[in-house]
């Protein structure tokens, strides 16, 4: 298999309303012969750098394709579409700062496998805190 990954950001670029607007993206290549052998993930974020005081804020969105023989099942996201690999979709994620070192943050998953019109909608509100 072959993976890269790419990121382009700008600090400050609408005169510092918005701390960082980045934009990202990832891809593999399974050298398989079959025609299911490559995922991709496009996706933007903006707002503060790093999320870990009261304020702070970052939203990100991506959407990504991932062929069924792209990659070993075991490895992708296990929360979009339970991990499987055949599925493409949009994840939607915003992480509010509420104290120092800890987040509230929101995950909403919209998924479909590539295949068929099975699809899973999930949201996953998750506090963190950081030692």
């Known amino acids: 298999s072959v993976a890269g990954s790419?990121?382009?950001g700008f600090n400050k670029p609408f005169g510092g309303?918005?701390?960082r607007v980045a934009l990202y993206g990832?891809?593999?290549y399974n050298?398989?012969?079959s025609d299911d052998n490559y995922g991709w993930l496009a996706g933007l974020k903006f707002g503060s750098k790093k999320v870990?005081?009261?304020g702070d804020w970052q939203f990100k969105?991506?959407?990504?394709?991932?062929?069924?023989?792209a990659w070993l099942d075991t490895f992708p996201d296990s929360d979009f579409f339970d991990g499987e690999a055949g599925v493409k979709g949009h994840e939607f994620i915003l992480n509010i700062g509420?104290?120092?070192n800890t987040t509230l943050d929101?995950?909403?998953?919209y998924a479909k496998q590539i295949d068929s019109n099975e699809d899973q909608k999930l949201l996953q509100v998750d506090i963190v805190t950081k030692f």
């Open 61 to 69: 969105y991506m959407y990504r394709y991932l062929a069924k023989d």
């Open 106 to 109: 929101f995950d909403y998953y």
């Open 17 to 19: 309303v918005v701390e």
């Open 52 to 54: 870990h005081e009261f």
């Open 31 to 33: 050298p398989d012969p």
């Open 26 to 28: 990832s891809g593999i």
């Open 6 to 8: 790419a990121e382009i």
């Open 98 to 100: 509420i104290f120092k």
